[in-house]
Nanobody, 122 residues
Framework: QVQLVESGGGLVQAGGSLRLSCAASGRAVSTYNMGWFRQAPGKEREFVAAISWTGGTRYYRDSVKGRFTISGDIAKFTVFLQMNSLKPEDTAVYLC???????????????WGQGTQVTVSS
């Protein structure tokens, strides 16, 4: 069992930045790869970014490349999502996920956090 707790969401103006954090805890947490998803009202959940603890390989959806950066602190089992140049269309609940599925992509979450709201005003 893995527990995921997100933090760092909030309200920001277009062009601004936010940094999300996801703290992972539980059994064999270091064997899980980590990812971020988002879900806007009335829309399906969509993949945002993922990172492999070993090797540090990163994956991004096209619409966030160059603006978002995923990183991790394996010593603290915490993954971050730095979001720059935010746009109103980035508004969503952002959820952290953990997976043991290999290969890492397409990312299929085994465990999910509760989510943190990100709102970008125009």
């Amino acid at each position: 069992q893995v527990q995921l707790v997100e933090s760092g969401g909030g309200l920001v103006q277009a062009g601004g930045s936010l940094r999300l954090s996801c703290a992972a805890s539980g059994r064999a947490v270091s064997t899980y790869n980590m990812g971020w998803f988002r879900q806007a009202p009335g829309k399906e959940r969509e993949f945002v970014a993922a990172i492999s603890w070993t090797g540090g390989t990163r994956y991004y959806r096209d619409s966030v490349k160059g603006r978002f950066t995923i990183s991790g602190d394996i010593a603290k089992f915490t993954v971050f999502l730095q979001m720059n140049s935010l746009k109103p269309e980035d508004t969503a609940v952002y959820l952290c996920a953990a997976t043991r599925t290999r290969p890492i992509m397409p990312f299929r979450g085994d465990y999910w956090g509760q989510g943190t709201q990100v709102t970008v005003s125009s």
